[in-house]
């Protein structure tokens, strides 16, 4: 299964852009990117997701490499509460959500 | 509001003791799934179902059973040959299996400790 690679942590100040690398060096043609975020006690929530092209929702902005090896979320403006633990994952087009793996993630400190 | 719901939130057991956790969910997923969370850990893959009366072990599924009878319902039974079964358990659906980009769901999740 395809893996990939995120720091551990990152600090950022409120109200300042957020970018969250993540590696993915064996991604196939067919996987997708997916990013997920989980709040301390909580399940995890969907972020955003891509396969290709550069992706903007309500939450967030997905910017992926040209040759897709690695992508970067990116959040506009920190917030307190977008403290929390990102993963970044992928998922085949088999649909193997099954397979998910959700690694250790990448845990955001926001500073007021 | 459509979403999972798992219960209990918190569950002690003793040794020895199996123990079910519950999950539902509204969403008319297909698919439904568990994982298991350890302290400072990432999620791990515990069953998933495609359907109905069909379900396969993920990665970590010894010690562990499942059933799906119904759509909106996959109950997790956390059995006495689970070794080390404290952990945060985590109830997730989705619309279906088959395309890379269907989008989980997640219930709040339910703790439970072993004494």
């Known amino acids: 299964d395809a893996k990939t690679t995120q720091p551990n942590s990152m600090e950022s100040n409120e109200e300042e852009p957020v970018h969250l690398p993540c590696n993915h060096s064996?991604?196939?043609?067919?996987?997708?990117i997916h990013w997920y975020r989980q709040l301390p006690s909580q399940g995890p929530e969907y972020v955003i997701h891509?396969?290709?092209s550069n992706v903007n929702n309500r939450m967030a902005s997905l910017a992926i490499a040209e040759d897709r090896k690695s992508s970067t979320l990116i959040l506009h403006r920190a917030t307190l509460r977008d403290a929390a633990v990102y993963y970044c994952?992928?998922?085949?087009?088999?649909?193997?959500?099954?397979?998910?793996?959700f690694g250790k993630g990448i845990t955001l400190s926001v500073r007021p | 509001d459509g979403g999972i719901t798992q219960s209990p939130k918190y569950l002690f057991r003793k040794e020895g003791q199996n123990v079910t956790l519950s999950c539902e969910q509204n969403?008319?997923?297909?698919?439904m799934y568990w994982y298991r969370q350890d302290p400072g850990q990432g999620l791990r893959l515990i069953y998933y179902s495609q359907i109905v009366n069909d379900f396969q072990k993920g990665d970590i599924a010894e010690g562990y059973s499942v059933s799906r009878e119904k759509k909106e319902s996959f109950p997790l039974t956390v059995t006495s040959a689970q070794k080390n079964p404290t952990a945060f358990y985590l109830c997730a659906s989705s619309i279906g299996l088959g395309s890379g980009a269907n989008v989980l769901t997640f219930g709040a999740g339910s703790r439970l400790t072993v004494l």
């Open positions: 064996t991604i196939s043609g067919t996987d997708y």
């Open positions: 994952i992928l998922s085949d087009h088999t649909g193997a959500n099954s397979k998910l793996t």
């Open positions: 891509g396969l290709t």
């Open positions: 969403l008319n997923h297909d698919a």
